[in-house]
Each structure stands twice: as C-alpha cells, then as structure tokens.
Nanobody, 126 residues
Framework: QVQLVESGGGSVRAGGSLRLSCAAS????????MGWFRQAPGQEREFVGA????????YYVDSVKGRFTISRDNARNTVSLQMNTLKSEDTAVYYC???????????????????WGQGTQVTVSS
C-alpha cells in the first residue's frame, strides 16, 4: 500500500508561481511512475504531467508545457510540480498519483494509476 500526501497548494495571482510536493510512503519509491492530475470545479480530472521511475522520461499536457516542470527525488521519496506563469485556468485541485511499473514508461491516463493522494487546492486569480 502506498500513501501519497500533497502539499504546497494555495492562492496566487496570475503570472505567479507555486511548487507542489508529494511525499510517498512507498517501500521502494523507484518502482513507481509518478503523475500529477488536476480537477477543476464541474470538470473531469485531467492529466497534467508524469515522470518515469528514474526520471528518464517526463510528459506534460500541452496546456502546461513550458510552464510546469515535474521532478522527483528518489532519495527522499518525493515528487514535485513546479508551476510558473500560472493562469486562472490552472485553478483546480491537484492530485499526485503513483503506479508500480517494471518498465520506465510514463502514464498519462487516470486508469493507469493505482494510488492517489487527497489533493491540494491551487487557486489562480486574475
């Protein structure tokens, strides 16, 4: 069983930055691909970005490319999402997700993840 705890959410003006962190209680963190998703009010949860087990691969949804960066620290069992140049449409609850893999792929679909955090709110005001 893997427990994920997100932190770092908050309110920021458009153009600002936030850094989200996710702490994982996985026995072997490097076994897991890690992803970030978000869900805005009244909308479905959507993929934001993912990083493979050993950080060889990252992938982002087009709307955040060039603004968001996902990284992981396998020594500390954490994954982070650096969000720059935030826009009002980035407002959502952000979720960390994990899935145990034997390959070094990135996973972009909700159904590909077995473990989820509780989420952290990000609010961007214009």
């Amino acid at each position: 069983q893997v427990q994920l705890v997100e932190s770092g959410g908050g309110s920021v003006r458009a153009g600002g930055s936030l850094r989200l962190s996710c702490a994982a209680s996985a026995p072997t963190f490097t076994d897991y691909v890690m992803g970030w998703f978000r869900q805005a009010p009244g909308q479905e949860r959507e993929f934001v970005g993912a990083v493979s087990r050993n950080s060889v691969r990252t992938y982002y949804v087009d709307s955040v490319k060039g603004r968001f960066t996902i990284s992981r620290d396998n020594a500390r069992n954490t994954v982070s999402l650096q969000m720059n140049t935030l826009k009002s449409e980035d407002t959502a609850v952000y979720y960390c997700a994990a899935d145990r893999r034997v390959d070094d792929a990135v996973i972009t679909v909700i159904g590909g993840y077995d473990y989820w955090g509780q989420g952290t709110q990000v609010t961007v005001s214009s």
